[in-house]
């Protein structure tokens, strides 16, 4: 990848790829911790469902807008239909990879597009 | 603080879509001009470490779950416009992608976490850490500065949502979009914040700067210029 992108990598910038990995390797904690306490969903990002028993019905726009996107891997989960924890653990840390990576590889071409200069 | 589709009506996530164009056009050239090729891997690892510390959900027992955000460090360390791109760039990946936050809300979300949320933290910390070199009261100012403008992104999120069933009710009472008024979302909002991705944003951002002006204090942005216009 480093190669790919054609940028050269300082000490300091080494080592916070390696940092920026291992906290992938660590986000199940992300999924692991609610799970132990049963907390619900963030506020405000309740599904059409939720709401509904929320507040006894499902407002007609978020009922028209909120399956308007089908993302590929959603709640950074790859089999929604696999209820394992572990699975789950192994999905987000599949999930939280291939997002930082995409993220990473983005931001790192608009930034070359854009940055020209003190080479 | 991913705002789903849904949740905001077109008369708010229009207007805010366009709001982020204009300023993502702008910190193009801001960011054209002041950052230099050298840095350009860090902005990449910036926009992943983003992406990355808003999978730590952590729960408020016995309610709802948060995260932090990371764009208070970003802001500090390569200046709030390259924080402006970076933390935009994760979140749309995050929408795209993850479902993470709604397509339609792509413009809200940037405008809370990735412009308000950066220019508060960076102004914040520029004012407290202000004529000092004292490690502790740096420390205390990248504090101060995570916390804050994580705390009021939060309500200006809060905002967002609870002034929906102002704009968009039907005539029997019923709200189309998010169903929950100002005084509902803001305290439930500000509290969960106020009390523990508050701090948790805090922590991380006084830690990340604290590293960064040991080994390479002559990056962090918000030192720049200093004695030059200060």
Known sequence: MLSETGVKMNKLQKKILVILLLLCLITPIGILLPAYFNTGDAWGEWSAQTVKELVGYVPRGLAKYSGIWKAPLPDYNVKSADRSIVHKSGYYIVSGIIGATVTYVVMLLISKLIIRNGE | ?230
């Open chain 2, 1 to 230: 603080m991913h705002i789903p589709d849904g949740y905001l009506s077109p008369q708010t996530y229009i207007p805010l879509f366009g709001v982020f164009v204009s300023v993502a056009a702008v910190a193009v050239k801001k960011v054209k001009d002041e950052v230099s090729a050298r840095n350009i891997p860090y902005l990449g690892m910036a926009a992943a470490f983003s992406f990355i510390i808003m999978m730590f959900n952590l729960p408020v027992p016995g309610g709802t779950t948060g995260h932090a955000v990371g764009s208070a460090v970003i802001a500090i360390i390569f200046g709030p416009w390259a924080a402006m791109l970076a933390v935009s760039v994760a979140l749309i990946i995050q929408a795209l992608v993850f479902g993470d936050g709604g397509i339609t809300a792509i413009g809200a979300n940037c405008f809370n976490m990735a412009i308000f949320m950066p220019f508060t933290a960076y102004y914040i910390f520029k004012l407290l850490s202000k004529n000092t070199t004292g490690k502790s009261r740096i420390s205390f100012a990248a504090f101060i500065s995570g916390y804050l403008s994580l705390v009021m992104a939060a309500i200006l999120t809060a905002v967002e949502f609870g002034i929906q069933p102002l704009i968009a009710s039907t005539p029997d009472g019923k709200a189309l979009y998010c169903p929950y008024d100002l005084s509902i979302a803001i305290p439930a909002m500000a509290i969960e914040h106020m009390l523990l991705f508050g701090i948790v944003e805090g922590i991380i951002t006084a830690i990340i700067v604290n590293y960064f002006l040991k080994t390479e204090p002559t990056l962090i942005y918000a030192f720049r210029n200093r004695g030059k216009n200060e």
